[in-house]
C-alpha cells in the first residue's frame, strides 16, 4: 500500500514545460504543491483530479526515453513504427497506473531535498514522502536533452527501486517466451 501512495506522490514531481537545470528543485515544490492541492480538493471530482494532476506532470516526462530503456536492447530490433506503438502504449500504461494510485492519497507531506549532478547531462533530486509513520526517500532522474538547457524526467526510484527497471525486468522476462506483439496485447 505505502509504495502505491509513494507512485502516487512521484508523478507529482512535473511542470508544464521541461525544467532548466537552474529551476529544477524550485519548480518541482511548486509543481508538488499543485498537485497536493488538487488531491486535498473535496469540490473536485476523481476524474477531475486526475485530469488536472496529469495536466500538471505529463510535459515533463520523457516517455520515449523511458519506453526505450525498458525496453533494453530489444528497443533497437524494433520498426519505427512499432517504437512509435510501444511508446504510446507504454506511456498510457504509466499514466493509467498514476490514475489508479491517485485514489491512494490520504495526507502524506513531501519535501525536496537535495539535487545532485551525477554527470554533466544527468541530475537526480532527492525528496521525502513523510507519512505519519514512516518517511520514504525518492530519486526522480533527469536527463538533459542534447542541445538545450530543458531536462526531463527518466526515471524514478521508490524507497531504492527503480520504476523503469523494474518494467524492464518484467519485459525481458515477458519477451523471452512470447512476441513482441503479444506484449503490446498485454499493455493495452
Known amino acids: 500500500m505505502i509504495k ?19 529551476n529544477i528543485q524550485r519548480v518541482m515544490n511548486t509543481k508538488t504543491k499543485q ?14 483530479k486526475e485530469k488536472k494532476s496529469i495536466k500538471i506532470m505529463n510535459p515533463v516526462f520523457s516517455y520515449p526515453t523511458m519506453a526505450k530503456i525498458s525496453l533494453g536492447r530489444r528497443w533497437k530490433t524494433l520498426t519505427n513504427a512499432e517504437k512509435k506503438e510501444f511508446t504510446k502504449v507504454f506511456e ?41 509513520h514512516e518517511t520514504f526517500k525518492i530519486v526522480t ?5 542534447k542541445n538545450t538547457n530543458q ?12 520504476i523503469i527497471q523494474t518494467y524492464r525486468k518484467q519485459f525481458k522476462a515477458f519477451l523471452r517466451t512470447k512476441t513482441f506483439k503479444q506484449l503490446l496485447a498485454s499493455l493495452k
Open 141 to 145: 532522474s533527469f536527463y538533459k536533452k
Open 35 to 48: 498537485v497536493i492541492k488538487i488531491l486535498k480538493n473535496k469540490s473536485l471530482s476523481q476524474k477531475q
Open 92 to 132: 498510457r500504461k504509466i499514466k493509467y497506473s498514476y490514475i489508479d494510485k491517485l485514489k491512494l492519497y490520504n495526507g502524506q507531506k513531501i519535501v525536496t531535498a537535495k539535487i545532485k549532478k551525477i554527470k554533466k547531462n544527468r541530475i537526480t533530486l532527492t525528496s521525502k514522502i513523510i507519512g505519519n
Open 4 to 22: 502505491k501512495i509513494l507512485l502516487i506522490l512521484t508523478f507529482t514531481f512535473a511542470s508544464t514545460y521541461a525544467v532548466e537545470e537552474q
Open 151 to 162: 531536462w526531463y524526467i527518466y526515471d524514478v526510484k521508490l524507497a531504492g527501486i527503480s
